[in-house]
């Protein structure tokens, strides 16, 4: 498998929710190709994106939320050659000029039937205009125009189901298969995944020091016992999502597309791994189980889906990866995933917004309490209602309920979401 391909598609790092910080960047690649500021701006979003981000903190702004500040500030002051980073040089006076733009009602939004990751974005400046198109994945432009004339066209690719190339051979392998592959990485490889292991734990660490969003992993701390490693995992994971989710200014390492992901499938692994003792290198192997395990997982749900893949899919690859640095096995792995899957299979995606933090903290204590288990010959070891202690079949049952069970859920939510806002 080309391991080196996969990481480049699946864990880099972003600033901020992901949703918002892909309308951000394309924006901000319109206003590049626009020539300027634009007088106005038109959205045409997927459920999954407007949900994802219409309530969630957007970066460098003092906790100001939402799609169309995120829309704004990107045409009016983000830079397009840093992706899903676009916002990382904002300045104050820029996110004024930008609630401005939002308060004029410059920023329209057009939620469409489109499934998975969808922006449309249309800036217009005096009679010239530039739409940019984003499918499949968050940071995927599949079109840019300028009055009308396509300069880029590009198909979306199969991102909202399989994926790139590298997905149908990890599809291809079994847990053996995965734990071998996270064993043979090379110097690089182990650089990126101890890199993205300090990204997280620092976002970790700020939200344990200051009560970001909700405060989850900063009063968790607080009252932290001492020594209680359960409790440490929960505090910090929660924590690191606080201070995402609440607009911090440091980049996450996203997994799968998405940083809560990211930091569900880091921050327990490394928490762990300090507490044992670990090298970076049995660290990097962990991390590398970890991403790998959630994005088998999301080939089957979708990148975006109506359940909480932070909980269920980065919770998985945590699990297993826990079992590893433990010196559990292959199979143990998944006894432990399967047995995350019995406590959490149910939790929804209700859109990202601060109290994601306390999803983000049950998977991160899920997923040590389930490889603890597992290593001690406890969990769920034979078939247990919908899951049995099989890769392949939980991604497969996890699959069906995303895409079958719980195909109305998302229009269900956004339609209470809008009552309530």
């Given amino acids: 498998m080309d391991l ?19 309308v951000a960047y394309a ?21 999954n994106i407007y949900k994802n981000g219409v309530n969630v903190g957007v970066p460098n702004t003092g906790g100001l939320k939402g799609n169309s500040l995120a829309a704004a500030l990107g045409a009016i002051a983000g830079d397009s050659t840093l992706g899903l980073q676009s916002l990382a040089h ?11 733009f939002v308060d004029a009602g410059a920023v329209s939004t057009k939620i469409v039937g489109n499934p998975g990751v969808y922006i449309k974005a249309t800036l217009r400046r005096g009679a010239k205009n530039a739409t940019v198109t984003i499918s499949g994945r968050h940071d995927n432009i599949v079109e840019i125009s300028v009055d009308g004339k396509a300069i880029l066209s590009k198909e979306a690719g ?31 490889q182990e650089a990126l995944m101890i890199e993205g292991a300090k990204m997280n734990a620092t976002a970790a660490e700020e939200g344990v020091e200051s009560p970001w969003g909700c405060g989850v992993g900063y009063y968790l701390h607080s009252h932290s ?7 440490d995992v929960k505090a910090k994971t929660g924590a690191a999502a606080d201070f995402r989710m609440g607009g911090g200014p440091n980049p996450i390492m996203s997994s799968s597309g998405s940083g809560n992901h990211g930091i569900t499938a880091i921050v327990p692994v490394v928490v762990v791994a300090k507490k044992l003792g670990k090298t970076d290198r049995e660290l990097a192997e962990a991390l590398a189980l ?22 269920i899919a980065a919770g998985a690859g ?54 603890l288990l597992a290593v001690s010959g406890g969990g769920v070891t034979d078939t247990q209602g919908l899951i049995k202690p099989d890769l392949k079949n939980v991604a497969e049952t996890l ?19 809008r009552r309530q806002n």
């Fill in 4 to 22: 080196d391909a996969f990481f480049r598609g699946e864990v880099k790092p972003a600033l901020g929710c992901t949703e918002p910080g892909a």
């Fill in 27 to 47: 924006t901000s690649t319109g206003a590049k190709h626009l020539g300027g500021k634009p007088d106005g701006i038109s959205l045409e979003l997927s459920t």
């Fill in 90 to 100: 904002v300045k104050p006076e820029d996110v004024q000029e930008a609630k401005k």
């Fill in 158 to 188: 199969k991102f909202s189901s399989g994926g790139a190339d590298y997905v149908d051979e990890l599809l291809s392998n079994d847990m053996e298969g995965l734990w071998l592959i996270a064993g043979g990485l090379t110097p690089a």
């Fill in 225 to 231: 016992p001492e020594g209680d490693l359960l409790w």
């Fill in 290 to 311: 970890s991403h790998l395990v959630t994005r088998y997982i999301k080939a089957y749900t979708g990148i975006i889906t109506p359940t909480c893949g932070c909980s």
């Fill in 318 to 371: 945590a699990s297993a990866a826990i079992v590893r640095l433990m010196g559990g096995t292959p199979k143990q792995a998944e006894i432990a995933i399967a047995s995350l899957i019995a406590s959490v299979m149910g939790m929804v995606c209700d859109g990202g917004k601060g109290s994601c933090a306390l999803k983000v903290s049950t998977a991160g204590g899920e997923a040590y309490t389930s490889a």
């Fill in 399 to 417: 699959g069906a309920l995303s895409k079958e069970g719980f195909q109305n859920l998302d229009a269900l939510i956004l339609d209470v979401m």
